[in-house]
């Protein structure tokens, strides 16, 4: 995910990184990785500013949310990312959508870029199907591949109270 600046010239060129091999994990605190990945766009300069444009395809692997199964979805995200080229690296923050390198950097890393776009294209929910039935929260059976035996409507023992408040005893007989 790196492109060597020095071989950049003026104007337009097609750009393509090729990370089928090659895998990155999207964030520390989940398993979403990005795996066989390909970059098709172009690059361009102009004085010393670059820009990179392109489409990101690729394979995120993670867990369904509900079942925990690991699943793969493809995905697909564009980016374009503004290289602006300064005298001495600067410990700002940029603003989205622009890279601030040193006028001595040779090397260009676009994997945190690579890694937010398609951390957008993610979906807030990862499901392994539209109807996953999930896990039992009572045995930890998955309810897609094995059926479970418990009660289906559990009771909350906090509302016992209330709940003998409104039931009659079985010898009495409502009026009518």
Do not use: Y
Request: aromatic residues 4%; charged residues 35%; hydrophobic residues 30%.
């Amino acid at each position: 995910m790196k492109v060597d600046l020095r071989r950049v010239q003026e104007g337009t060129h097609p750009l393509v990184l090729d990370g089928r091999d090659a895998a990155f994990a999207l964030d520390e605190d989940t398993e979403r990785t990005l795996t066989g990945f390909r970059f098709e766009g172009e690059i361009s300069s102009e004085g010393m500013d670059r820009r990179v444009c392109g489409s990101l395809t690729g394979t995120l692997e993670t867990v369904c949310d509900r079942c925990l199964t690991r699943i793969d979805r493809e995905v697909q995200a564009d980016l374009d990312v503004r290289v602006v080229v300064e005298k001495s690296a600067r410990d700002t923050e940029s603003p989205e959508g622009v890279i601030q390198v040193a006028s001595d950097t040779t090397v260009l890393d676009l994997t945190s870029p690579f890694r937010a776009a398609v951390l957008l294209e993610v979906p807030i929910k990862n499901l392994c199907r539209d109807d996953c039935r999930g896990i039992c929260p009572r045995c930890g059976v998955n309810r897609n591949k094995e059926p479970c035996d418990c009660d289906p409507t559990p009771i909350d023992p906090r509302w016992d109270a209330l709940r003998s408040a409104f039931e009659t005893p079985s010898s009495e007989t409502p009026e009518e």
